[in-house]
């Protein structure tokens, strides 16, 4: 079955550093594949999403490139704030009839001043 | 936007209590989902639905019943709880624009614990 993989936390940071967030994932479909953000005490929000194949997708100065041939979407920004610290989830979306998104495990990051 | 509210956000039962968790939504969306929160496991599926009166089975449902009863309100029943149902309870909702591969709106989260 379909399913999603990303780098297991918790990944700790300094601010102004770069973050990097891996994420594979296994389907035999041609999913959506989605960025979400969990802030401490709130339910996930969407980041972004990308559609298609060999596009990205961005928001708040994060990026991410929908890798078809290696199975990635990994998640990447060159300068972290501690306003970054969160829980961030991977998720797959794809045509398989009756189907809601697959999460990731998600991967907690913390950005320290 | 879209505004999904969750009663109560915190509860704490006893084991083999009966708990019924509340989710509202207020932008017309068709669907609607309930997941469970765990570290190590993330956002697991539990059961969601496409409109009033339908139920789809998640992918960790046992133990669990839900009932839509209208557009607006998605019901998760833990008829004997037990301690491995603690956990953080999300419920979302999306439209249907897109399909199941839609942006999903998710409320504050319940926070259950079973004694």
Known sequence: ???????EGPVTLSEGTS?????????KQYPTLFWYVQ???????????????????????FEATYNKEATSFHLQKASVQESD???????????????????GTGTTVSVSP | EAAVTQSPR????????????????????????????DTGHGLRLI????????LQIGDVP?????TRTTQEDFFLLLELASPSQTSLYFCAS????????????FGPGTRLTVL
Not at chain 1, 88 to 100: F, K, N, P, S, V
Not at chain 2, 62 to 66: C, L, R
């Open chain 2, 62 to 66: 046992d133990g669990y019943k839900a």
């Open chain 1, 85 to 103: 610290s969160a829980v961030y989830y991977c998720a797959l979306g794809d045509y398989q009839g009756g189907r809601a998104l697959i999460f």
């Open chain 2, 47 to 54: 059961h969601y639905s496409y409109g009033a009166g339908n």
């Open chain 2, 10 to 37: 915190n509860k704490v039962t006893v084991t083999g209590g009966n708990v019924t968790l509340s989710c509202r939504q207020t932008n017309s969306h068709n669907y609607m989902y309930w997941y469970r929160q």
């Open chain 2, 94 to 105: 999306s439209d249907e624009t897109g399909g199941y591969y839609a942006e999903q709106f």
């Open chain 1, 39 to 61: 802030y401490p005490g709130e339910g996930p929000q969407l980041l972004f999403k990308v559609p298609k194949a060999n596009e990205k997708g961005s928001n708040r100065g």
């Open chain 1, 19 to 27: 973050l990097t967030v891996n994420c594979s994932y296994e389907t």
């Open chain 1, 1 to 7: 079955g379909d399913s999603v993989t990303q780098t």
